[in-house]
């Protein structure tokens, strides 16, 4: 049998191994996960017998080589700053490797010993990075195919509740890794391109810089930008694009919310705030106040950020339940975003029977003929439950079927890659639309940025 090592089973594992459990029999061939939770892998898998559960720490060399050697390819669903040792083991041993992971520099330098040994290091193959590289590329080529030039190219992508569970202010619940949610955005100025022009939004005005979207059936959105918008304008083959931005998407207000904490200093994690351990919710938001011998927190909080009390925005702080003085922060020695994402994760959370949501829009500009025309894609997935979520059903799934395309020999250009040859991405969308994952397109008047020509 043909042995599949599957490195870490988190949050993102469940329709990856789902996946692969439905098709071991068929495709003849053995699952391994390893995890240091041995416990919820053997929960996923339950008794299936082409599986085997080992515990396996990715720092122990031992351990971790042992279980290289012994597959066929490697699933590393691991955080990505730990891929690069189970990589080189992959090229000692010769083995494929797949991860859903933004490609590091250290990733990169291991394509041409790839290449020399006919390996498939298939990076970027979840969501975003993943299912937005393939949708955009399978849209650009088909454009490109019949003679058309690009001139725009937008994309945005979130994950949010499903419409059943949206039911706070802020129309928002963590369905991934908080932290990320915190710090999005910090580290410097997003960048992008606006009708030829280099544009640029420090991170002080990114959250009230935003787009509005309309998805039919699910109402409207906004975005904000990316950081760097322009990090795949080569890969993708877009360098005369004369619009080029990439975007985060969430429900109409949230943004203009968000940035209060932006501005208070909040979401900052440069710093720890001393006896933080000993603060409670109220002290924590008075600590970014002026001092006054009379004014209550929430008076000096509204007078600092101009919110008046009629005002929504108002509203969503007070649910956040941010001025008790009773909840206590608890975190020795916490940063300001460590301490935000913990109290923002007793309102934000997501129930047992809430479900997720993950939404991708896409809009591509191009000429053809002397003419100009737009397309509109939009995709949303609605998670199951807590174990099957929209986000694993969205990261796992273009993983899996990597996997066993590259098993089979389907894909099979080697080198460290991302998915956007029509080689990978036409069979992994097609299978795909049979799981729901379905891009809706339509044809609409392109106005682009400058709908004058002035």
């Not at 898998?45 to 080992?54: D, P």
């Not at 950020?305 to 956040?320: A, C, G, P, R, S």
């Not at 913990?342 to 809009?363: E, N, Q, R």
């Amino acid at each position: 049998m043909r042995k599949i090592l599957i490195i870490g089973a988190g949050k993102s594992s469940s329709y990856l191994i789902k996946y692969l459990l439905d098709k071991s029999q068929s495709e003849n061939f053995k699952i391994t996960i390893g995890d240091l939770n041995v416990a919820n892998a053997k929960k996923l898998v339950g008794n299936h017998s082409n599986t085997e559960v080992i515990h396996l720490d990715v720092f122990n060399s031992e351990s971790r080589i042992t279980a290289v050697k012994n597959a066929d390819i490697v699933v590393s669903m691991l955080p990505a700053r730990f891929h690069i040792e189970v990589a080189k083991d992959c090229i000692t041993y010769k083995k494929h490797m797949v991860t859903a992971s933004y490609v590091s520099e250290e990733m990169q330098a291991l394509d041409e010993d790839a290449k020399a040994n006919g390996l498939v290091f298939m990076n970027e193959i979840g969501v975003d990075p993943g299912l937005d590289h393939m949708s955009a590329m399978q849209v650009i080529d088909r454009i490109r195919d019949k003679g058309g030039k690009m001139i725009l190219f937008e994309s945005f992508t979130g994950g949010l509740v499903a419409p059943e569970s949206d039911n706070n202010l802020w129309n928002y619940k963590f369905t991934w890794n908080p932290r990320n949610v915190i710090v999005a955005g910090q580290g410097g100025a997003a960048k992008f391109l606006q009708e030829s022009q280099f544009k640029y939004i420090p991170y002080n005005r990114l959250f009230r810089r935003t787009e509005f979207l309309e998805i039919k059936g699910y109402g409207r959105f906004e975005a904000y930008a990316n950081r760097d918008s322009l990090k795949y304008q080569n890969v993708y083959g877009l360098d005369y694009i004369k619009t080029l931005y990439r975007g985060t998407m969430r429900r109409v207000g949230f943004s203009r919310a968000w940035n209060v904490f932006a501005q208070m200093g909040m979401t900052d994690d440069s710093y720890t705030i001393d006896d933080s351990a000993n603060m409670s919710y109220r002290d924590f938001v008075n600590a970014f106040l002026p001092y006054s011998p009379t004014d209550s927190v929430e008076l000096k909080f509204r007078h600092a950020l101009k919110i008046d009390q009629d005002d929504i925005v108002w509203d969503k702080f007070l649910e956040l339940d941010i001025f008790n003085s009773k909840k206590m922060v608890a975190l020795d020695k916490a940063s300001p975003a460590q301490i935000l994402q913990k109290i923002l994760m007793d309102s934000w959370t997501l129930s047992a029977d809430d479900k997720d949501m993950l939404v991708m829009y896409h809009k591509f500009g191009y000429e053809l003929n002397g003419e100009k025309y737009q397309i509109d894609s939009t995709m949303v997935t609605l998670g199951e439950d807590q174990t099957y979520t929209a986000m694993a059903k969205t990261v796992g799934l273009p993983v899996a079927i990597a996997t066993i395309a590259i098993l089979n020999g389907k894909i099979k250009t080697p080198g460290v890659q991302i998915p956007i040859t029509k080689e990978v991405y036409t069979p992994i969308l097609e299978e795909l639309e049979t799981y729901g994952i379905v891009f809706k397109e339509k044809e609409v008047s392109y106005l682009g940025y400058n709908p004058l020509n002035v």
